[in-house]
């Protein structure tokens, strides 16, 4: 199975990934951060502005810890805030027809 993790290099996303990898999935971590973890593939990624069909083309699931938000966010005119992000996250998987995405 593989799973793509948005938000990779934070210590919850770097725990995921170490988990999920253990587990024997196929994860790719993404982050504007460099994610050092010998048992996943990774990729530097701006979520705001990256082409994201293809990251998570063959995808089964996406866990999105990527864009931290308060409830009363209102970004999506600016197109690079958490909600918006989150959205593009979101269309990205409906379009690449990933099966479960996970937003924390």
Known sequence: ???????????????????LAA??????ALDRAPVELATVDH???DLASA???????GAEAIVHLGAR????????????GPLAVTSRVLEAAAEAGVGHVVLL
């Open 51 to 57: 082409k994201l069909g293809p990251l998570f083309a």
């Open 23 to 28: 587990e024997g999935m196929s994860v790719l």
């Open 69 to 80: 938000f308060a409830a009363d966010s209102a970004d999506l005119a600016d197109g690079a």
């Open 43 to 45: 990729r530097i990624v």
């Open 1 to 19: 199975m593989k799973v793509i993790v948005t938000g990779a290099a934070a210590i919850v996303g770097r725990l995921l990934c170490e988990r």
